[in-house]
């Protein structure tokens, strides 16, 4: 994985001008890649956005919120 800083967007198309690596499911779900994007948040090197946080009593709010499909960031349930 890239240890550049993520703290930045880019286009799909830009991956190859940035380095940036990209992985689908398959290969994002293993336990290595995990555990390395688990480490580089604990670190500070990846900070994932948060739009909102909701209770899962809430659920039906956060679904709204995914519709307009303007989220940035991701949306999160806790109990």
Not at 11 to 30: E, F, H, L
Not at 40 to 46: K, M, N, P, S, Y
């Amino acid at each position: 994985m890239a240890t550049a800083m993520s703290r930045w967007r880019c286009g799909w198309g830009s991956r190859p001008k940035y380095g940036v690596k990209t992985d689908g499911n398959q290969v994002g779900a293993k336990a290595e890649v995990l555990a390395e994007l688990a480490e580089q948040i604990a670190t500070g090197r990846l900070e994932i956005p948060i739009a909102h946080v909701y209770q899962l009593s809430q659920v039906r709010e956060a679904y709204r919120e995914l519709e307009k499909r303007h989220t940035r960031g991701k949306i999160v349930l806790v109990p």
